[in-house]
């Protein structure tokens, strides 16, 4: 009885708070997948949902200048809203300035007042994709801003972030309850414990973070990216979760070019227990097998 008992509580949380215990893959809009039909993005959210992932992280609603007519934006409201018909859960990012990682590196005055300015583009967006999708039928909200470990180092520098996230959770909390998501990822710049105490003093603002395990860049080897989530441990109240990759990344840095993870080593990487959080998270969409017209 008391194992009957467990077990339906379980599936009641379960129901009750879909985004909890989630699996869920990144989608990075981009322009040029409206020339994709309708019947296509159908197929291509099918074989999402059949490979288990049951929320889509729509990584943004505007990228700079994209998706800002409306032509633009009502194709995207339309896929998102297939893809809610269809089953997934939605956490929605927000705006994305695509000279973010160059604007960072200011300091003082003028970085208090770029991060203003982006937490006023993004309540703006909540606002307006929250009355076109409905106020319930987002699950979450993303900053698709991602915090590196050699920006945030001074002390000073953190100080403003945290400052800019308590507001940026704050005023999207005003439109909904949904969490607020943002996410971290590690490159060998702080120690395993400075970047720790860095994340927590960040998710003390009531932000959840999503941590980039780092493996398919290959920045650090897997020994050295062992200490960093090694040192994220216990999660709880620190990280909701990792973000996996499942790309390998080619050549040197520069521009970003990756190949997909081979499928073996993917399915692999679906079906792992969880080690960092109760939610996980897989970037990205277009490196699912079958999904060569994505890329």
Not at 188 to 205: I, N
Not at 236 to 264: K, M, W
């Amino acid at each position: 009885m008391r194992q009957l008992i467990k077990g339906m509580t379980l599936l009641l949380m379960w129901m009750v708070l879909p985004a909890q215990a989630s699996q869920g893959i990144f989608y990075q809009p981009q322009l040029r997948d409206a020339a994709l039909s309708e019947a296509r993005w159908d197929q291509i959210v099918a074989k999402v949902k059949q490979h288990g992932f049951d929320t889509l992280v729509v990584q943004w609603t505007r990228y700079g200048d994209a998706f800002e007519q409306p032509e633009q934006s009502d194709w995207l409201a339309a896929r998102l809203q297939r893809a809610q018909a269809a089953g997934l859960t939605l956490i929605l990012g927000l705006y994305s300035d695509p000279e973010f990682f160059q604007r960072q590196d200011q300091s003082g005055g003028l970085l208090t007042g770029y991060l203003e300015q982006q937490e006023s583009r993004n309540l703006a967006l909540a606002k307006v994709w929250q009355e076109r999708l409905g106020k319930d039928r987002i699950a979450g909200w993303y900053l698709p801003a991602e915090l590196d470990d050699l920006n945030w180092r001074d002390p000073q520098r953190q100080q403003l972030l945290a400052q800019h996230l308590a507001r940026s959770v704050k005023g999207l909390r005003e439109l909904s309850t949904a969490p607020v998501y943002i996410s971290s990822f590690f490159t060998g710049k702080m120690s395993p414990q400075a970047y720790r105490e860095l994340l927590t003093r960040l998710a003390d603002q009531g932000v959840d973070l999503m941590v980039q395990d780092g493996s398919g860049t290959g920045v650090l080897s897997p020994a050295e990216r062992g200490l960093y989530l090694s040192a994220l441990e216990p999660c709880e109240g620190r990280v909701a979760g990792l973000v996996h990759e499942l790309f390998v990344q080619q050549g040197e840095s520069g521009t970003f070019q990756a190949e997909p993870l081979p499928e073996q080593q993917q399915r692999a990487l679906w079906g792992a227990p969880t080690r960092c959080g109760s939610q996980r998270w897989f970037f990205s969409l277009r490196y699912l097998p079958g999904l060569d017209d994505m890329r």
